[in-house]
């Protein structure tokens, strides 16, 4: 069993729909949950950040953390064709200079005009 | 802030060849930073975790010699591919965060290599 595990997709949804993309993982020593977003080609790009457990709004882009069930989610709303990318969440147990990352397998997402 | 640039973003070089990837923090110092591997849709790789002012530690399976890491100061990792050949063609991507920070990290816009 991998320690993050990430549904690869792909997903396509029209113009305007609410996107809900999520992560499980089996780790309790995780604390800090990233979702970073990644165009074709290029390196991977922050989105959101959330230390321990609940809830983190950024515009249209939410993130939740739920330690209890070992899950997170990230919901896009109003999505846009230029969402359309692969999104990998990543976790750490400790202070991010140091830490290594342990990411899902990345969901490939595409958003329909 | 937490800018992290690559380069060369693209190499094609011959068999035997070796390639010296550049990875630098532009508006932060790092004494850590990693380097990964991405095959086509598939995620990343950790390949090594590269120390400042000393020597780099290697995921299992990852050839040390074939891939030299240097991290000569707290602004610039360096990543040599040793004779390329072409099952190294891949495309590799550094990442790094601020020194004794809680912030995430950061990644590089990736190097493509392809290796003839």
């Known amino acids: 069993q991998k320690e993050v595990e990430q549904d690869p997709g792909p997903l396509s949804v029209p113009e305007g729909a609410i996107v809900s993309l999520n992560c499980t993982y089996s780790?309790?020593?995780?604390?800090?949950f990233m979702w970073y977003r990644q165009y074709s080609r290029k390196g991977p790009e922050l989105l959101m950040y959330t230390y321990s457990s609940g809830n983190k709004e950024d515009g249209r882009f939410t993130a939740q953390v739920d330690k209890s069930s070992k899950y997170i989610s990230l919901f896009i709303r109003d999505s846009q064709p230029s969402d359309s990318a692969t999104y990998l969440c990543?976790?750490?147990?400790?202070?991010?200079?140091?830490?290594?990352?342990?990411f899902g397998q990345g969901t490939r997402l595409t958003i329909n005009p | 802030g937490a800018v992290v640039s690559q380069h060369p973003s693209r190499v094609i070089c011959k068999s035997g060849t070796s390639v010296k990837i550049e990875c630098r923090s532009l508006d932060f110092q790092a004494t850590t930073m990693f380097w990964y591997r991405q095959f086509p849709k598939q995620s990343l790789m950790l390949m090594a975790t590269s120390n400042e002012g000393s020597k780099a530690t290697y995921e299992q399976g990852v050839e040390k010699d074939k891939f030299l890491i240097n991290h000569a100061s707290l602004t610039l990792s360096t990543l040599t591919v040793t004779s390329a050949h072409p099952e190294d063609s891949s495309f590799y991507i550094c990442s790094g965060s601020p020194f004794n920070s809680n912030q995430p990290q950061h990644f590089g816009d990736g190097t493509r290599l392809s290796i003839l």
């Open positions: 780790n309790s020593a995780f604390q800090y």
């Open positions: 990543a976790m750490s147990a400790g202070i991010q200079g140091a830490q290594k990352l342990v």
